[in-house]
């Protein structure tokens, strides 16, 4: 069983930054993709950026791609995304996310997760 808990939301300035992190605990393994996704009211739930718990690899929504980084620091557990550049378009609940399944082909795709965090509000003002 493994646990995610999302922090760091709150209201931002247009052209603001943020920093989101998730808290992994529970069992984890190298094997595990880690992943943001992010929701905004009357919306589907739409990938942002995922990052193997091993490996050097990261990816990005074209949306985001350039304004985002998605990083990991594997001993404290924890994986972070850096928002920068932020719009109103971005404003959502941003979800973390990890599944054992991950692969080059399906690491944008809600159904290769595994578990969820129950979400932290980015608010951007305009």
């Known amino acids: 069983q493994v646990q995610l808990v999302e922090s760091g939301g709150g209201l931002v300035q247009a052209g603001g930054s943020l920093r989101l992190s998730c808290g992994v605990s529970g069992r984890t393994s190298s094997n595990y993709v880690m992943a943001w996704f992010r929701q905004a009211p009357g919306k589907e739930r739409e990938f942002v950026a995922a990052?193997?718990?091993?490996?050097?690899?990261?990816y990005y929504a074209a949306s985001v791609n350039g304004r985002f980084t998605i990083s990991r620091d594997n001993a404290k557990n924890t994986v972070y995304l850096q928002m920068n550049s932020l719009s109103a378009e971005d404003t959502a609940v941003y979800h973390c996310?990890?599944?054992?399944?991950?692969?080059?082909?399906?690491?944008?795709?809600?159904?290769?997760?595994?578990?969820w965090g129950q979400g932290t509000q980015v608010t951007v003002s305009s």
């Open positions: 996310a990890a599944g054992w399944r991950g692969t080059t082909t399906n690491i944008r795709m809600r159904s290769t997760y595994d578990y």
């Open positions: 990052i193997p718990w091993s490996g050097r690899s990261t």
